[in-house]
């Protein structure tokens, strides 16, 4: 009974304390202007390329097997395939022709075989050249017998162009 005389001794009092807790009214916000509609894209999003495992990612020996293993050429070389050849009938001197050859229209073996170059009496000599590029020159000596095959990683070892200087 004692307890339920002094709550109601301490209503009013609590009443007052708890009306100061409660929060002021706040006025209503301006009503936020509605955000823009994205413009609509027709561009899909781009997903990275898949990662592409080339079979010989080391020249040297992608070489090897360019040079002995056709279906591989067939695979490795660009279409087209820039040709140039020394056109020794042009006047008034010969001249180089440069043409791109449709990759159905090239003649395999493309490259001769590196490794069974010396028995034919034939040398092969690899550059680097300053952009990446590997040059491969083959040549018969104290002949004007010379091509250049030059490859580029697109992004595996593949044939770009061939240069017959031959007269």
């Given at each position: 009974?004692?307890?339920?005389?002094?709550?109601?001794?301490?209503?009013?009092?609590?009443?007052?304390?708890?009306?100061?807790?409660?929060?002021?009214?706040?006025?209503?916000?301006?009503?936020?202007?509605?955000?823009?509609?994205?413009?609509?894209?027709?561009?899909?999003?781009?997903?990275?390329?898949?990662?592409?495992?080339?079979?010989?990612?080391?020249?040297?020996?992608?070489?090897?097997?360019?040079?002995?293993?056709?279906?591989?050429?067939e695979k490795a070389?660009?279409d087209p395939l820039?040709?140039?050849?020394?056109?020794?009938?042009?006047?008034?001197?010969?001249?180089?022709?440069?043409?791109?050859?449709?990759?159905?229209?090239?003649?395999?073996?493309?490259?001769?075989?590196?490794?069974?170059?010396?028995?034919?009496?034939?040398?092969?000599?690899?550059?680097?050249?300053?952009?990446?590029?590997?040059?491969?020159?083959?040549?018969?000596?104290?002949?004007?017998?010379?091509?250049?095959?030059?490859?580029?990683?697109?992004?595996?070892?593949?044939?770009?162009?061939?240069?017959?200087?031959?007269?």
């Amino acid at each position: 009974m004692k307890l339920r005389r002094s709550l109601a001794l301490l209503a009013p009092a609590l009443g007052l304390v708890l009306s100061a807790c409660r929060p002021a009214p706040q006025p209503a916000p301006a009503e936020a202007p509605a955000p823009a509609a994205a413009p609509a894209s027709t561009a899909k999003a781009v997903e990275p390329a898949p990662a592409v495992a080339c079979p010989h990612p080391a020249f040297d020996t992608f070489l090897k097997h360019f040079g002995n293993e056709i279906t591989l050429q067939e695979k490795a070389t660009a279409d087209p395939l820039l040709d140039s050849y020394v056109d020794a009938g042009a006047e008034p001197e010969p001249r180089t022709v440069e043409r791109p050859v449709a990759l159905a229209d090239v003649e395999w073996p493309v490259m001769p075989d590196p490794a069974g170059l010396a028995g034919q009496g034939r040398q092969m000599q690899v550059t680097a050249v300053a952009d990446g590029q590997m040059q491969v020159q083959i040549r018969t000596p104290d002949s004007s017998d010379q091509q250049t095959y030059t490859f580029a990683q697109k992004p595996c070892w593949t044939l770009v162009k061939r240069e017959d200087e031959s007269i």
